[in-house]
């Protein structure tokens, strides 16, 4: 194999790595996201880990981060708590944050997020 292929690989290999990283922050910010709104919306715990399972899914769709803070934004209206939108994507911005720190620690390196 050439240098340059075997630097290639190695490029593409980080990437993924990288990919996979902050997909799992992701889905761990989703269910903390969702265990913030069940809190502030009073839902039984049941009802919560439902919640979290609906965000997750949410995550996988394309612009995933976008419909998640959407969603949990029209939920909290929807149940008549007057709560600015920005408070939701400030939330959900620092539990992706703090998922990435403790993935970090668990011996990974800490993914690049992107909220948009």
């Known amino acids: 194999m050439y240098p340059s292929t ?7 290999a980080q ?3 990288g990919q996979q990283l902050l997909f799992r922050a ?9 265990a913030w709104a069940a809190g502030k919306r009073r839902l039984t715990p049941s009802q919560a880990s439902e919640y979290a399972d609906v965000l997750v899914g949410l995550q996988m769709e394309p612009r995933g981060n976008r419909l998640i803070v959407d969603r ?5 209206v929807r149940d008549g708590l007057d709560m600015p939108r920005a408070l939701v994507e ?6 992706l944050t703090l998922a990435e720190a403790e993935i970090g620690e668990a011996g990974a390196p800490a993914p690049r997020h992107a909220l948009a």
Do not use: K, M
């Open 72 to 76: 949990v934004y029209l939920d909290l």
């Open 26 to 34: 992701q889905v761990r910010r989703a269910r903390r996201l969702a």
């Open 90 to 95: 400030r939330e959900a911005e620092h539990l």
């Open 15 to 17: 990437f993924s790595l």
């Open 6 to 12: 075997e630097r290639q690989n190695g490029i593409e």
